[in-house]
């Protein structure tokens, strides 16, 4: 991981946008079709006995709206403009990135809280013992899913945006 770290603090401004859109934005696009199917399925089957399925169908659901619109206002009005402050620099830039990027707070902050809640009614993503593989594989696949939107959100606020903060405050 710490090599990791050090590649990404590297990283142009140009390859950390690349790498959110490419690599994560990629997987979610794809995972998050698999997901809605995997729990609408596991409800179907076990919902009758297993009430708190409707919630983890529910919260999921919310989480991928949130997700999908967050990806989609980034695409327009974020990452664009990262790519274009890289190669011309220009303080007008970097506030519009910022004045947008604070309207995605919120979002963020309750994609983290819904996470939280799925992980508590889950129980860890631990399926039952009664329940089916495809049962435990969605919840193997939920957990890997929320670790990979953190490490997301932790690759925007933590590489990307303060970076773009330092560039800011150079002006």
Same mark, same amino acid.
């Given at each position: 991981?710490?090599?990791?770290?050090?590649?990404?603090?590297?990283?142009?401004?140009?390859?950390?946008?690349?790498?959110?859109?490419?690599?994560?934005?990629?997987?979610?696009?794809?995972?998050?079709?698999?997901?809605?199917?995997?729990?609408?399925?596991?409800?179907?089957?076990? &919902?009758?006995?297993?009430?708190?399925?409707?919630?983890?169908?529910?919260?999921?659901?919310?989480?991928?709206?949130?997700?999908?619109?967050?990806?989609?206002?980034?695409?327009?009005?974020?990452?664009?403009?990262?790519?274009?402050?890289?190669?011309?620099?220009?303080?007008?830039?970097?506030?519009?990135?910022?004045?947008?990027?604070?309207?995605?707070?919120?979002?963020?902050?309750?994609?983290?809280?819904?996470?939280?809640?799925?992980?508590?009614?889950?129980?860890?993503?631990?399926?039952?013992?009664? &329940?089916?593989?495809?049962?435990?594989?969605?919840?193997?696949?939920?957990?890997?899913?929320?670790?990979?939107?953190?490490?997301?959100?932790?690759?925007?606020?933590?590489?990307?945006?303060?970076?773009?903060?330092?560039?800011?405050?150079?002006?």
């Amino acid at each position: 991981m710490e090599n990791k770290i050090v590649e990404l603090q590297n990283e142009s401004l140009t390859n950390l946008v690349n790498i959110i859109s490419n690599v994560y934005h990629e997987y979610f696009q794809k995972e998050m079709k698999n997901i809605s199917t995997l729990t609408t399925t596991i409800l179907k089957v076990h &919902g009758k006995d297993h009430k708190e399925l409707s919630k983890v169908h529910r919260i999921y659901h919310i989480i991928q709206i949130n997700l999908v619109q967050r990806m989609i206002k980034e695409g327009i009005n974020i990452l664009p403009l990262v790519k274009i402050y890289d190669r011309r620099p220009r303080k007008e830039l970097l506030e519009e990135i910022f004045q947008e990027k604070n309207l995605l707070k919120s979002e963020e902050d309750n994609i983290d809280n819904l996470f939280e809640d799925l992980n508590k009614i889950t129980k860890g993503y631990s399926a039952p013992k009664d &329940g089916c593989a495809t049962y435990d594989r969605t919840y193997e696949i939920l957990k890997e899913f929320e670790s990979k939107v953190l490490e997301y959100i932790h690759l925007e606020e933590n590489y990307l945006f303060p970076r773009l903060k330092e560039e800011l405050n150079k002006y």
